[in-house]
């Protein structure tokens, strides 16, 4: 066992020293603990996340193309849903976060104008496990989803799927 030690002196050395002078010093001169070592890369930092940020929201124009077709109660009940939903399996906040603007996304980008209900919930439902799969450590199962889904939308995307399956087989 002691062939493993490599010469370690950590047990006989004196305790960390106090930084708090130090620190101190650095926020009086304006600096603080930031990975960007000046002003610029910190500035520059920040325009690019805004930048970035820009590409993670829902197209211009989105809120009125919701309610022109009367999705503004299809949406909110989706975001209800996701909450519930995150709250009964002990989800991440930021899995709701991420499900509901990826909603937002899809919504905004294919604009069709034969929206239905059931179609935003099982929208919510696709969005809910894509977050999932990129914010949590364990996954959700089919089945899971299943058990908390919206009234009968599960049965509904049950079967589109399975005539999808039999009609490729065919």
Known sequence: MENLLCDEVWLSSPRTPDLSHEREHCILKGCDDSFYTTRKDSERALVICLEKEFSYMPEPGYLDYLQSNNLVFARCRAAQWLIKTCTW??????????????????????????????????????????????????????????????????????????????????
């Open 89 to 170: 399996l002990n989800l991440s906040t930021g899995t709701v976060f991420n499900a509901a603007n990826y909603l937002d996304r899809f919504l905004s980008m294919s604009q069709c104008h034969g929206w239905k209900h059931w179609m935003v919930e099982l929208l919510s439902i696709a969005c809910l496990s894509i977050a999932t799969k990129f914010n949590e450590t364990s996954l959700l199962s089919l089945d899971e989803l299943q058990r908390y889904c919206f009234g009968q939308i599960w049965t509904t995307w049950s079967t589109v799927f399975n005539q999808a399956q039999s009609s490729r087989w065919n």
